[in-house]
């Protein structure tokens, strides 16, 4: 597709379960990002993928946040054993190559929902 | 500790009238900033960006002013339209950092 694609849309979970989000990026971009959105608040960085480097994960909040990208390309953002404060909105975005000042191109992102 | 504040959560305007956007930043690193406009269930959009090696950028409707002194930046709309009202994040980054931080967002609404 044209732009920036997500899944699923809206996730409903018990507390305590693991979710599983995806993110296809645009075609032939190399840096992908994932940032979530909580109720009331700004957007917040979590992981950063560039090509074939290490990811820059100092936004993960805790070691139930894990994400890896394969390929190169479709990036999935895994949350293990949920608990409430982790719904929010799950965005991820991409860049061409990654350079600082260029502009991220966003998702729709996920509302993840913990019950 | 908010690097990026946009302090006022909600702004309303009159149609045809101008919006001004505010943002204040703290850390004195950030050398690039960036406004995105977010529509309800959609993703952020860029709109508009300022290096800090310049004081103003305009595009069409849309201009922003950097007061580096001052750590301050703001977005000015004009004039306003009602497909205007989004939310609008502000941003920064610093050259050496692969991420952008946000501000919380100001929600604007242009009343026709």
């Known amino acids: 597709g044209a732009g920036v694609s997500q899944s699923p849309s809206n996730k409903v979970t018990e507390k305590g379960k693991d979710v599983e989000l995806r993110c296809d990026p645009i075609?032939?971009?190399?840096?992908l990002y994932w940032y979530r959105q909580s109720l009331g608040q700004g957007l917040e960085f979590l992981i950063y993928?560039?090509?074939?480097?290490?990811?820059?994960k100092s936004g993960l909040p805790s070691d139930r946040f894990s994400a890896e990208r394969t390929g190169g390309s479709v990036s999935t953002l895994t949350i293990q054993r949920t608990q409430q404060e982790d719904s929010a909105v799950y965005l991820c975005a991409s860049s061409s190559t990654g350079g600082f000042y260029e502009k991220l191109f966003f998702g729709s992102g996920t509302q993840l929902s913990v019950l | 500790d908010q690097q990026v504040k946009q302090n006022s959560p909600s702004l309303s305007v009159q149609e045809g009238r101008i919006s001004i956007l505010n943002c204040d930043y703290t850390n004195s690193m950030f050398d690039y900033f960036l406004w995105y406009k977010k529509y309800p269930a959609e993703g952020p959009t860029f709109l508009i960006s300022?290096?800090?090696?310049?004081d103003k950028n305009e595009d069409g409707r849309f201009t922003v002013f950097l007061n580096k002194s001052a750590k301050h930046l703001s977005l000015h709309i004009v004039p306003s339209q009602p497909g205007d009202s989004a939310v609008y994040f502000c941003?920064?980054?610093?050259?050496?950092?692969?991420?952008?931080?946000f501000g919380k967002g100001t929600k604007l609404s242009v009343k026709p």
């Open positions: 941003a920064a980054s610093r050259g050496s950092q692969g991420n952008l931080i």
């Open positions: 993928f560039q090509g074939n480097s290490a990811p820059d």
């Open positions: 300022i290096s800090s090696i310049k």
């Open positions: 075609s032939g971009h190399t840096a």
